[in-house]
C-alpha cells in the first residue's frame, strides 16, 4: 500500500490582586492534542480563578516551599499550561504574588518556555507544523522576551519551506508487524533510494525502530539507506530530500 506523504504544520490561572477579581482565559486545549492549521487557540472560560493575595504575611510566606515543589513536580510531568486547576505556570505565578522576586519561580517560568521550545522543535522535525505553531504560541503567552523565541519561529519557517516528505504510521500495525506496515515501509524505502533520501525514523522504543530499518533495507537490498533512529512517543518517518530537489 502506497503511503502519501503528509505536511503539517490557556491561560493560567492569573495573579489577582487585592484591589480586584477578575477572571482570566483558561486554556482549551490539552497538551496532547495538536489544532488544525486553520484555527487559532479556542479560548474560553473553564472555571473560576483563585484569589492570590499579593500579602507578604508569614502564614502566605509558609506555602511557598509546598507550592514550589508541586510546581516543580508539575514540571517535569509537562503540565505546564494545563490541567486549568493543576499546573506548574499557575504555581509559579501564585509563588511569586506572594514573593514577587522569589528566584526559584522566576527560573521554573523560565523553564516552562524552553520545555515548550523543546517540544515545538520536537513537531516540527516529524512534520507537525500546526503543532509546533501551537506550542510556540504557548512559549510566548509564558514570556513572550525569551530569545529562544524567535530561532525557535525562524526554525519552524524554515521546516514548513522545506519539500521533505513527512509519514505518519499507525502503531498497532508497526507494533504488531503487520504485512501492511511492511508493505509501507517498502514503499517509504524504494522513496528513500529513488529522492536518494536521508532518513529520520521516530519510535517509542528501539527495537521497533531496529525493525523498521530492516525492513527497508531488505526492500531496497543492494542499496546504501542512510538515516538515523530518534526515540519518541509519536511513531513516524521523515524523509529529507537534498537540497534543491
Known sequence: MSMQPLRFL????GVLLLSSCQTPPAESTVEEEPQSANEVLDIRVLSDAEVYSGSSSADNRGMIPDILY???????????LTPVDDNAHGRFKRVLAMDPKNELALEGLQDIVVRYLQLAGESMRRGIFDEAETLLGRARFV???HPGIASTAEALRLEMNSNDLFFRLDYPNY??????AQ?????????TREHEAFFLITAPNDDLARWMVSVMREAVSGYRLRGNIELSSRLGI???LPTGE
Do not use: K, V
Open 175 to 180: 507494533s504488531a508487524h503487520s504485512e501492511l
Open 70 to 80: 508541586a510546581a516543580l513536580q508539575a514540571l517535569s510531568e509537562d503540565r505546564l
Open 10 to 13: 490557556f491561560f493560567p490561572l
Open 143 to 145: 514570556d513572550s522576551r
Open 238 to 240: 521523515r524523509l529529507r
Open 183 to 191: 508493505n509501507e515501509l517498502a514503499d517509504i524505502a524504494r522513496q
